[in-house]
């Protein structure tokens, strides 16, 4: 009996329908497996995975790879947005194991949930090398039967192997000058100096990389930092992964030259480059990087927002074809004859040349995907919109790919702070009101009566798993960036409500962070990774917040927190830059102060613009009308308007500028 339905998972009710007897992961299904003596199958994907498509459709379809699964094995399916921990657990295990990772994950396991043999997609019939599935399952079958000993040995060595990488706090140090430095020269040498971005194909958007070079510039100045980040989101915007009709960011470039894109769209990538965009702008007013901002920000607006006024967490990458075919991209690419039936002969002409769309084509079956292969002259701009419009109105015709509407509270956390940030950044209260909504679904269905963070929702009811470290931080990053935009103290007082859960939950006795809470489910290990891998790491987003909200309040117990967490960052900057992004980000607001910035005035007027347009790293901003400050914000306490006129107060390190009211003169203290 399949026992997927009725789940929240959009990933696990496409498989509800599937022969396999799936269960969830739940107690049930390894007392299952202990009473029948037989292993457990677990496939752990994602309802926008194209390859865990591939494999449904290859095997878990299939009536006789069905039965022979349900006869020797329990399978137990995850979606691995819905169960980060049991997806990070097994997945170290894998990458131990094999020396490589991805998803669909394969793992077979004993009724005590031990892991002894790996593996990700596994093709129908033998093919490069790879075992068909069916052999892999008749192997594991006769090892099960024959080698019990054998099994249990490996389990337990994989275990233990497991068990024994806890992470200290602070076993780098705090970093520092130095630390920062060697991680930028690191930097500098994985550069692709050719077209932008760090290290070869496949190439991932460097969101969080990014931001460090943003405010490792705003900081020293150093101009390589800004060159490298701009030249990456250059590259980017004018590349196959940018949507060059409807905005918005695919996953990543299958090449180096950011050409073909792997189509799926993650609200979690829109969301930081969103963010990312905002500041370049922020740091040298490019025109490109307006636009891009903006563009993503309707995007996620248009696309993902759901009815409950939350944000979904991704488009399929897959959708029917005009031949009724359900493959990868077939929204999003064209040939020239479709652009001469939209455009007419000449505009088509010119469409092409524009868009980079060749008769042999850049992806497949001679489909091309639109890039930009040069910026617009001044009297094109008229007819690239047209084309666009025309083109864009066009593809809303074609087959839209599947959306799964599961709300990831980490992910609208990023959402928050990008939208919140890119509406005050360029007068667009419209994304405002869509952060603050997203905002209020957070704390109404997530928070909800049980004071504790859930992980998702959908259709407004939430979901079965607490919440883990990136959601605490993340929303609490998006409620502190809501709080400095709109001057709404409650969104502070949220934020604190999460981060004083992650300082009696989530944090062990010597300060180090791990990414499930104290009390929840017991895993063969608690999962506990500093590094960023799509999103930034909980580690390192707790931190962060940690670290905003103390300059909010001067907290020292969130202050000496978020120091001990950034221990990591001075062990594994220098080393691996390009994986802990997030964390030297954090890692340069705590070497400016953070700034901290108290507006007595009207939230909205010229002086809080100001202080939110300053390019300081990680400052934070309070603001208010003088009458009620003190309710809504400690920076605002005994800060009274000067001569009557909106002023600005800015404190580092423990000392306070002079008080102002100009507006040019509080941008210089910020590096505006």
């Not at 079965?464 to 709080?483: I, K, M, Q, R, Y």
């Amino acid at each position: 009996m399949n026992r997927l339905a009725g789940v929240t998972s959009p990933y696990l009710l496409q498989h509800a329908d599937n022969p396999v007897d799936w269960w969830p992961w739940s107690p049930e299904a390894f007392e299952e497996a202990r009473r029948r003596d037989v292993p457990v199958l677990l496939s752990v994907g994602y309802a926008s995975c194209h390859w865990c498509h591939v494999m449904a459709h290859e095997s878990f379809e299939d009536t006789a790879v069905a039965e022979y699964l349900n006869a020797h094995f329990v399978p137990v399916k995850v979606d691995r947005e819905e169960r980060p921990d049991v997806d990070a657990v097994y997945m170290e295990a894998v990458q131990a194991a094999t020396g490589q990772g991805g998803w669909p994950m394969t793992v077979f396991l004993t009724a005590d949930a031990e892991p002894f043999y790996f593996g990700t997609y596994f093709p129908p019939e033998p093919r490069h090398g790879m075992p068909a599935f069916r052999q892999v399952l008749e192997g594991v079958v006769a090892a099960w039967s024959d080698r019990r000993e054998e099994v249990a040995e490996v389990a337990g060595r994989i275990v233990r192997d497991l068990a024994g990488r806890s992470l200290a706090a602070g076993e780098g140090g705090l970093p520092g000058e130095a630390e920062l430095a060697q991680a930028l020269l690191r930097l500098t040498r994985d550069y692709d100096e050719k077209h932008g971005g760090f290290g070869g194909a496949p190439k991932f958007p460097p969101s969080m990389v990014i931001e460090f070079l943003l405010r490792h510039h705003a900081r020293t100045g150093a101009e390589g930092a800004l060159q490298m980040a701009a030249d990456s989101c250059a590259a980017m915007a004018h590349g196959g992964i940018y949507d060059q009709l409807g905005g918005g960011f695919a996953r990543y470039s299958v090449d180096r030259e950011w050409i073909v894109p792997h189509f799926e769209k993650m609200l979690y990538d829109n969301a930081l480059l969103c963010r990312v965009y905002a500041h370049l702008w922020r740091a040298t007013g490019s025109d490109l990087a307006r636009r891009v901002a903006l563009e993503t920000a309707d995007f996620m607006v248009r696309e993902l927002r759901t009815a409950e006024g939350g944000f979904a967490s991704a488009l399929d990458a897959d959708s029917e074809d005009a031949q009724g075919r359900h493959v990868e991209g077939a929204f999003y690419v064209w040939t020239p004859a479709q652009l001469r039936e939209v455009l007419g002969e000449e505009d088509a002409d010119f469409a092409a040349g524009y868009f980079g769309v060749t008769e042999e084509g850049t992806f497949e079956e001679g489909s091309s995907v639109l890039r930009l292969m040069r910026d617009a002259e001044p009297d094109e701009e008229a007819r690239v919109a047209g084309v666009r419009a025309r083109l864009l109105a066009a593809r809303e015709l074609r087959a839209r790919p599947e959306r799964d509407d599961k709300i990831v509270a980490a992910w609208n956390g990023l959402a928050i702070a990008a939208l919140a940030e890119t509406g005050a950044y360029f007068d667009r209260p419209d994304l405002i009101e869509r952060a603050t909504e997203a905002a209020d679904l957070l704390v109404r269905v997530h928070m909800g009566e049980a004071a504790r963070l859930c992980r998702t929702s959908r259709d407004g009811r939430a979901g079965d798993n607490s919440g883990v470290l990136e959601d605490h931080g993340d929303v609490a990053e998006g409620f502190l960036a809501l709080a400095s935009v709109t001057g709404e103290g409650a969104w502070l007082d949220f934020a604190g409500f999460l981060l004083d859960i992650v300082l009696e939950r989530f944090t062990g006795e010597d300060g180090q962070l791990f990414d499930t809470a104290d009390d929840a489910e017991r895993l063969i290990r608690r999962p506990q990774d500093p590094t960023d891998s799509a999103t930034p790491a909980g580690w390192t987003a707790a931190a962060g917040a940690l670290l905003s909200y103390a300059a909010h309040t001067g907290s020292e117990a969130h202050r000496t927190a978020a120091e001990r967490a950034l221990g990591i960052v001075g062990a594994l900057g220098p080393k691996a830059p390009r994986f802990i992004g997030w964390g030297l980000a954090v890692a340069e607001a705590l070497l400016d102060g953070p700034r901290e910035v108290a507006v007595a005035g009207p939230v909205g007027g010229e002086l809080h613009r100001t202080a939110l347009l300053g390019r300081a790293p990680g400052a934070v901003v309070a603001a208010g009308e003088e009458a009620d400050a003190g309710t809504e914000f400690p920076l605002l306490v005994d800060r009274p308007l000067a001569g009557g006129e909106p002023t600005a107060y800015v404190c580092r390190h423990f000392v306070c500028d002079a008080p102002t009211t100009d507006a040019g003169e509080l941008a210089a203290k910020l590096g505006g």
